[in-house]
């Protein structure tokens, strides 16, 4: 019987260098087993080559600066790439550091002047005893004034004292119906024949002056006998506005027809 032949010492040595080689380069694994400091790596799962122990450990200082981060194999150029930084929500930051602009400051409110409403009053008339104008050999008839003062201020505000008269109107004149009674009634019967001779209302053309103090000045011919309304309205710069009337007599002379 023949007996194998022993392979060669080459051949051996081969077979022994390559099983060595194997085992150095086998993927190793494994992670560490206990506490923070165990690694893992479930981005690399079956890396090429590793590293471990103390030579990992000063692999990870090098290119992280800190050990205390998982297993990453010397192979894998995913694994080695730092971690993108867990971004920040600020907005608890911005909302604890902002503080709303200060209110603008209302501006002052002006100081505005308040006035009471105008008054009138009668400025007098020429002659003192006007006659109705059939009578009157000079034919005078009559001149009116009437005054317009603007209210005084009600308020320690800036501004003139009293308000300003801006308009200034003669609205009518009119025979009162009282003076219009007593020629259709008590005249008639005197005088046959006595009626109004004037068309009411009249409406002569004033002359006025502006101001605190106002003037205004009319004529007129009266042709009735009796009391006269003369209507006005003064208005003054703010708005406030009065009317009054006024009267004016003419006077009939009364003649007494004797015997």
């Not at 009293?162 to 019967?189: C, H, M, N, W």
């Amino acid at each position: 019987m023949n007996r194998p032949k022993n392979p060669p010492i080459f051949v051996t040595g081969l077979i022994i260098t390559l099983t060595l080689s194997l085992l150095l380069t086998s993927t190793v694994s494994a992670r560490r087993s206990r506490g923070i400091d165990g690694w893992s790596n479930p981005a690399c799962a079956e890396p090429s080559s590793t590293l471990s122990g103390n030579s990992y450990e000063e692999y990870i200082m090098e290119i992280r600066g800190t050990s205390s981060y998982e297993y990453i194999p010397a192979d894998c150029p995913s694994c080695n790439a730092p971690a993108s930084p867990a971004p920040q929500d600020d907005d608890d930051e911005e909302e604890e550091h902002y503080s709303p602009p200060p209110a603008a400051a209302p501006a002052p409110t002006a100081c505005v002047p308040q006035y009471y409403a105008p008054t009138l009053s009668m400025g007098g008339y020429t002659p003192p005893y006007p006659l109705v104008l059939g009578q009157d050999p000079d034919e005078l008839g009559v001149d009116m004034t009437i005054t317009a003062q603007g209210g005084a201020k009600t308020n320690n505000c800036p501004g003139d004292p009293r308000g300003t008269i801006t308009t200034f109107q003669l609205d009518e004149v009119t025979l009162s119906p009282e003076a219009i009674a007593r020629i259709k009634g008590e005249l008639q019967k005197v005088y046959p024949g006595a009626r109004v001779l004037g068309s009411y209302p009249l409406h002569p053309s004033p002359s006025t002056t502006m101001g605190s103090n106002a003037i205004l000045r009319f004529h007129f011919d009266p042709q009735d006998p009796g009391a006269y309304n003369v209507l006005v309205t003064a208005r003054q710069h703010d708005g406030q506005a009065v009317s009054q009337t006024f009267q004016v007599p003419a006077h009939l002379l009364e003649a007494t027809i004797s015997w």
